[in-house]
């Protein structure tokens, strides 16, 4: 099944053509899409709590416009407003507090009431804002950085 949020969050992965019907190249795109899906996604459910658990290598997340576009297919096709995300599938922008990524996309999590656990390592990163960003994140009960996928489930279904 085609979503067209979620064909547009994986177009960035694929160079950003446009799908056109009854093209073929289109097409072909579009399979490559449901392809990277598969891989990308896993529905993890728990005692009624649904969990999207995301991989990728490429960022799916680079603004809040990707982020809106994952929560309404995560929430329209999965029924999941629960998201785990590998740190990889974060665009590095986020991570800079300065560019304003992160609080745009945060807001979209807070404002659409879900819940976001982002999971790798995070050592890399010298800045004490992030850090003391992280912790208060951490703090809360809608957004967890940790370090294993493991961590992030288990936040997430008992957020």
Do not use: W
Request: net charge negative.
């Amino acid at each position: 099944m085609r979503d067209v949020p979620l064909v547009r969050v994986f177009q960035v992965q694929l160079g950003d053509e446009p799908m056109q019907e009854g093209n073929q190249e289109g097409k072909q795109i579009e399979e490559q899409i449901e392809e990277k899906q598969m891989k990308a996604k896993r529905i993890i459910e728990e005692n009624g709590v649904r969990v999207a658990l995301m991989h990728s290598d490429t960022p799916l997340v680079s603004d809040a416009q990707s982020m809106l576009d994952l929560i309404a297919t995560l929430s329209y096709i999965d029924d999941c407003d629960r998201i785990a995300l590998q740190k990889s599938a974060v665009a590095e922008a986020f991570f800079y507090l300065g560019s304003g990524v992160a609080g745009e996309v945060l807001q979209k999590i807070v404002n659409y009431r879900k819940k976001l656990a982002i999971f790798g390592d995070f050592s890399g990163y010298t800045s004490k804002a992030l850090r003391d960003f992280i912790y208060e994140c951490n703090s809360g009960n809608a957004v967890f950085f940790v370090a294993t996928q493991e961590e992030a489930v288990a936040h997430l279904l008992r957020a």
